[in-house]
């Protein structure tokens, strides 16, 4: 489509506009965390800080246990996606390869599990975690949000699996390979690219979770996930907002630069089952 | 090469067996961790449990906990709160996100970094989204009161989050911001399913670009926000996070949704019974508002 010049002018300048207005508070959590307290604590409010204060973040990590947070987000966050990935790479498969009784009310089930409110779900989970002793346990979390993950991985590699060939299983099979080495062995090495982008959703799951880690862990605090402990930062009465936004980066820029990087594999992850 | 079991499942008779076994442990793990929980909740919901210990004694059924719930101001309250909170943020976010979906997918240069900027507090996780706007909303020195007076629209510091009124739009930007993303993610997705030949021929008929949008664009992106539309809506019933740590429900219950009113009653006074009755109620709600959702707009999911 052919524009005016004065067309694109106005384009860019919605564009930029646009993009300013989005970005404007990712762009004042870093700043909050740079500015001084005078400056904090002054108006009209500080837009570039005078004499940034980039200490603010090493002072963080020695005032606030943030490494530790971060491991116990890791160490969920990866626990969930190894057990989901094993769970929905089988699932996953059967559902594309097999006739399956009740295969097709599978999107029904997706849709069910997004109806689920969390906070009904940790009511009982809570009741049965404390009756097995397993409170304050970072299992509890792993668990709670594999289970929870499965049933969109299970149909993101459904949806993957459907696009590999049958032939290639097949002729693995004709040169006697049984049906799961034929799966192990062909399927699985040339799905990569769609089992790294479902294990990548998965883990932005899992990480943005503050739900079910607040009422199993709330009582163990060495377990607290990173952003347990970023809500805890703030006070009823008083916040250290440089504080809290310099351990709040630490939080956030992992998961913004997955995104920035691999924005192609989680959009594909989002869109998956809505668009059939 | 495999060893060959007893049940030799490479046989195409038997080949239906295997799809089962590769399902059980999919199959297993819902059942345990979404399946049976949900029956407990039920359960409790019908007895007058503060703790719920298992193993201990049953008590009796009774309808007590819905008969106290269907009468209580709060449950209404929340009720009407979760309405006016799903109405704004779902209308806000898809406003927000079908109005920039179709500014990044006009042809310019740099459009692809725009659109990932654009969509980048989708990657922002909600507790960190509080942190930023509760200091943006702050009372003393937020950035957002100030605008407001420089904009002339109030001569004095607002405190957002202390007054219910306030709160309740401090809350509906924060999720706004936070939900719009999808649905620009969602919206381009659309938008680029549509194939560049409808647009050409209309054009030949002499379509202007009102017109394309109206007859080509809009019917074709409509499934797809059809589905959008009750995946942000529940997004907003169920959201937990956001509420919880920017506003923690109040100040006098004005933010309080079904969902947040769920959890407080269960861990903040141990009622674990009547929360269950909220939760319930809840889910019930959910399922029936997507299914009046999805009925507008059948063949999607």
Redesign the interface.
């Known amino acids: ?1 052919e524009r005016t010049p004065l067309q ?1 002018i106005l ?2 300048l ?2 930029i506009t ?2 300013g207005i ?2 404007f ?2 762009y ?2 870093f700043i ?1 965390a740079l500015a001084s307290t005078d400056e ?6 500080t837009f570039i800080p005078r004499d940034p204060d980039w200490a603010i973040f090493s002072r963080v990590l020695t005032e606030r246990p943030i490494f530790l947070w971060l491991f116990n987000s890791t160490i969920v966050a990866l626990g969930s996606v190894i057990l989901s990935m ?3 790479v ?2 996953g ?3 594309s ?4 009784r009740g ?1 097709q009310s599978l ?2 089930f ?19 975690f404390r ?1 097995i002793g397993m409170i304050g346990s970072l299992w509890t979390v792993i ?2 949000h ?3 993950i ?2 969109f991985t ?1 149909w993101m590699l459904k949806g993957y699996f459907d696009t590999i060939p049958r032939e290639l299983e097949q002729a693995a ?1 004709v040169d ?6 034929a799966m192990m062995r062909v399927v699985l090495p040339i799905s990569t690219p769609g089992l790294a982008a479902t294990a990548l959703y998965a883990f ?1 799951l899992s ?5 079910y880690a ?2 199993f862990l709330q009582g163990a605090q060495t377990n607290w996930t ?2 347990m402990g ?2 805890s930062m ?1 006070g009823e009465y008083t ?1 250290d ?1 440089n504080e ?2 310099a351990a ?1 980066v630490f ?2 820029t992992p ?2 630069l ?3 990087f691999l ?1 192609r594999y ?2 594909g992850g ?2 998956a ?4 | 090469m495999a060893k060959k079991l007893g049940l030799d499942l490479a046989r195409p008779s038997q080949q239906h067996l295997l799809g089962y076994i590769l399902l059980a442990p999919a199959v297993l793990l819902v059942a345990a961790i979404i399946i049976y929980p949900l029956i407990i909740s039920v359960d409790l919901s019908l007895q007058n449990v503060k703790m719920p210990r298992i193993g201990a004694a049953r008590k009796p059924v009774t309808l007590g906990n819905y008969e106290k719930l269907f009468t209580s101001p709060e449950f209404w309250m929340a009720c009407w709160v979760t309405l006016k909170l799903v109405v704004t943020v779902t209308l806000g976010s898809l406003i927000a996100g079908i109005s920039t979906a179709l500014l990044v997918n006009n042809k310019f240069r740099g459009r692809k970094i725009a659109r990932v900027a654009m969509a980048l507090p989708w990657a922002v996780p909600e507790v960190i989204a509080v942190v930023i706007f509760a200091w943006i909303f702050d009372s003393s020195f937020g950035f957002m009161s100030w605008l407001f007076i420089k904009l002339g629209l109030t001569d004095q510091m607002i405190k957002w989050i202390s007054t219910p009124g306030a709160a309740f739009w401090a809350l509906s930007i924060t999720m706004i911001w936070k939900g719009f993303p999808f649905v620009s993610i969602m919206t381009l997705a659309g938008l680029q399913s549509i194939p560049a030949d409808f647009y050409a021929a209309a054009k030949v008929d002499g379509a202007s670009a009102v017109q394309r949008f109206r007859w080509i664009t809009l019917p074709l992106l409509m499934p797809i926000l059809g589905v959008t539309l009750v995946l942000v809506t529940l997004w907003v019933f169920r959201d937990f996070s956001i509420i919880k740590v920017l506003t923690g429900g109040g100040p006098l219950k004005s933010t309080q949704t079904l969902s947040i009113m769920t959890y407080d009653q269960a861990f903040g006074f141990f009622k674990f019974g009547y929360a269950s009755a909220v939760g319930v109620i809840t889910l019930i709600i959910c399922v029936i508002a997507s299914m009046l959702m999805l009925g507008r707009s059948p063949k999607t999911l």
């Open positions: 489509m694109s384009l860019y919605a564009i646009t993009a989005i970005l508070p990712i004042w959590l909050t904090l604590s002054s108006l009209p409010p094993i769970v929905s089988l699932a498969y059967g559902l390869r097999f006739r399956v295969g999107g029904l997706i849709l069910t599990a997004k109806m689920l409110p969390a906070t009904l779900l940790v009511i009982p989970l809570f009741a049965v009756n668990i709670a594999s289970t929870l499965i049933p299970t099979m006697g390979c049984g049906p799961m080495a932005v990480w943005a979770d503050y739900a607040r009422t990173a952003n970023i809500a703030r916040t907002w809290i936004s709040a939080v956030a998961i913004m997955i995104y920035l924005e989680l959009v989002l869109t089952g809505a668009e059939k």
